[in-house]
């Protein structure tokens, strides 16, 4: 650990720090306190440690209007194309592109990167787009996506895009929202061993974005011609041009994120030059460590914060391996992604490690890892026994670390460190500058106790505004309304002494049986990796006279019934591993587990059909994975209340 520590991109920025402040930071926790102690300095290192290119000086770190209203580096313009696209020699590999099925990788360099953004950005302007104009996309994660995000950058125009796994109603609920001038849309995706054609979803976004003056048909899954008035990708790329990247304000709107919307119309969360800029340098740089020449492969589809946090390894001089298809298809494809392709770093949902481990491949069998030094997992916490198969079966040297934030902020909040050692099920701490912390339902902050997230000082990367939102009332309801002036993110948390922590699931679905908060990921990563249950979803309903239901509701596996037996088993997992206080009320058969289209249980919809809302109160089906087992909750919870 003392070797890996001392070679460490982030003690090579320790040692400049030390040299710069004139004192001492021997290890991750001290640095942290610094950097929450004296916010503005720590930025102002990031900025300087990393030559952050400001075109125009900056006057003041940050305004002193408190959150949602503060502004950053005020006065400075800046372009975040461009410091993507500044590092490395044209031979570089910048992007590694992999297609399911296992057909050979294709590489692009940093030199083909550049001239294809300043050709596709030269295309953007004599179409008529302006920085502010947006330019949108329904792609899968493929070059195109890149190459369409650095160009409408660099033009100063802002991004937004939809997996192609999105539907038609699903998509246009987000895009139509912006208004889009530009729609680069692919004509199919591949998925389970199948092409699936989305020329149709792409026809009626057509007649759904009325706003449009340009559509771009990416011919990528199918060969066939472009549709009658469309522009052919190769016509974006077609006339050279010299680079040119629009210098913007620092909170110039970059790109727009999507919340899951599964309750109404998703929210657009507004994203900045200047605030992604810093917190890709950072996260990619001192917690992903990555260098010039390493490789990053993120697991994830366009439509995920994930693919947008990657790019932030571009800025470093590494490359990132983008893999379009199904992380299953065959068992253990992203672990053969991965060691072919030579990845240093993996990113990837802790669903897609579980899911490799209950298909009951080894990976390391066949595959050689030698370079893969760290694998990150997000979107949910890993379990115990995440870890234990990922060290049996991929690598035993690799670092394995959890990290949680969130599309809110396109980074993270909480994370591990060189420093900090692996704890299986735990998350290693706080990231620098975010100064977050539990509370209880006082605004106290506790430790070894379950209680809200909170971020207690602002974070470049939080959203300049949301869209449609001028004066910031959705913005206040959605994070500050518990206490103005501080972040609730809306996750139950543990402040561990040792400086860890545990994330327990949405606070907004997090269970409260007899005064105790119970966590819902709890359950899941004690339940889930027992070979008899595919999915689980637990949820927790306040009955009249102060009563309380706790069901869990369980997806069996082929195979194996949901009988006596299985129950029973379930009850006495459940009380051993957590307690008592854990054994569900009632555990119920159900067809799937509902989810929002990145992949989140509908936790807190199925908890209002069950209190009683009505469907179309409860959730908005064009944001749902499958509509039909949303409406099979919603017949259950009907015949319940009867």
């Not at 996260?283 to 990555?290: I, K, N, P, R």
């Not at 893999?323 to 802790?350: C, F, I, K, N, Q």
């Not at 539990?438 to 809200?452: L, M, Q, S, T, Y």
């Not at 019934?561 to 299985?566: G, Q, V, Y």
Request: glycine content about 10%; proline content about 6%.
């Amino acid at each position: 650990m003392r070797e890996r520590i001392a070679g460490s991109a982030l003690r090579e920025y320790l040692d400049w720090l030390q040299r710069r402040e004139g004192r001492a930071f021997d290890d991750h926790g001290t640095f942290w306190a610094w950097s929450v102690e004296d916010i503005d300095r720590f930025w102002r290192s990031i900025v300087d440690y990393y030559e952050v290119a400001f075109s125009t000086p900056w006057e003041q770190v940050r305004t002193a209007d408190p959150m949602p209203h503060t502004r950053w580096f005020t006065g400075a313009r800046l372009n975040w194309a461009e410091h993507a696209l500044r590092r490395g020699s044209g031979d570089d590999v910048a992007l590694v592109c992999v297609q399911e099925g296992g057909g050979p990788a294709r590489e692009i360099t940093r030199g083909e990167l550049r001239r294809s953004v300043a050709a596709a950005a030269g295309w953007l302007r004599r179409a008529g787009v302006r920085p502010g104009d947006r330019v949108c996309a329904y792609l899968p994660d493929t070059e195109h996506a890149v190459i369409g995000l650095l160009a409408a950058a660099a033009v100063g125009a802002v991004w937004s895009c939809c997996s192609p796994d999105f539907g038609a109603d699903g998509t246009a609920g987000r895009l139509a929202q912006l208004e889009p001038t530009v729609l680069i849309a692919a004509d199919g995706y591949h998925w389970n061993g199948r092409t699936l054609d989305r020329a149709d979803v792409v026809d009626q976004l057509r007649e759904e974005l009325p706003t449009l003056r340009h559509v771009v048909h990416v011919g990528y899954a199918f060969d066939r011609p472009a549709p009658e008035g469309t522009t052919p990708w190769d016509e974006l790329l077609a006339t050279p041009a010299e680079p040119e990247f629009a210098q913007v304000e620092f909170s110039h709107p970059l790109w727009v994120l999507f919340t899951s919307g599964t309750t109404g119309l998703p929210k657009g969360l507004v994203h900045s030059h200047g605030g992604i800029t810093l917190e890709g340098l950072k996260w990619s740089g001192l917690y992903c460590g990555l260098r010039a020449g390493e490789r990053m492969f993120t697991y994830t589809s366009t439509g995920w914060a994930l693919w947008n946090m990657q790019l932030g390894a571009l800025t470093q001089g590494a490359s990132i391996v983008l893999y379009e298809g199904s992380p299953g298809h065959p068992p253990g494809a992203v672990w053969e992604v991965a060691a072919r392709t030579g990845a240093d770093v993996v990113l990837m949902g802790a669903a897609v490690v579980t899911a490799t481990a209950n298909s009951g491949v080894s990976p390391v069998a066949e595959q050689d890892f030698s370079r893969l030094r760290h694998v990150m997992v997000s979107g949910s916490a890993l379990p115990p026994d995440g870890y234990r198969w990922l060290h049996e079966h991929v690598s035993p040297d690799m670092r394995i670390d959890s990290t949680s934030g969130g599309t809110d902020i396109s980074g993270s909040f909480v994370g591990a460190n060189e420093y900090t050692p692996v704890r299986p099920g735990r998350i290693g701490g706080r990231l620098a500058g975010v100064d977050c912390a539990a509370w209880d339902d006082d605004g106290e902050p506790v430790v070894d106790e379950v209680g809200d997230l909170v971020i207690t000082s602002a974070m470049p990367s939080m959203p300049v505004h949301l869209w449609n939102d001028p004066d910031a009332t959705r913005y206040t309801e959605s994070y500050f309304d518990t206490w103005p002036g501080v972040w609730r993110h809306g996750d139950w948390v543990t402040m561990h002494a040792d400086g860890s922590v545990s994330v327990h699931g949405r606070s907004d679905s997090t269970l409260n049986r007899h005064g105790v908060r119970l966590g819902t990921g709890d359950f899941y990563d004690v339940l889930e990796p027992m070979e008899e249950i595919t999915e689980t979803l637990v949820v927790g309903v306040d009955l009249p006279d102060d009563g309380y239901w706790l069901g869990l509701f369980v997806v069996p596996a082929d195979g194996h019934p949901l009988d006596d037996a299985l129950r029973q088993k379930i009850v006495s997992t459940l009380r051993s591993r957590l307690s008592p206080r854990h054994v569900p009320d009632e555990i119920v058969e159900a067809p799937a587990v509902p989810h929002t289209l990145n992949g989140k249980r509908l936790e807190v919809p199925v908890k209002k059909l069950l209190s009683g809302r009505p469907l179309e109160k409860a959730a908005n089906l064009a944001s749902v994975d499958d509509p039909d087992t949303v409406r099979w909750y919603a017949r259950f919870a009907a015949e319940r209340s009867e």
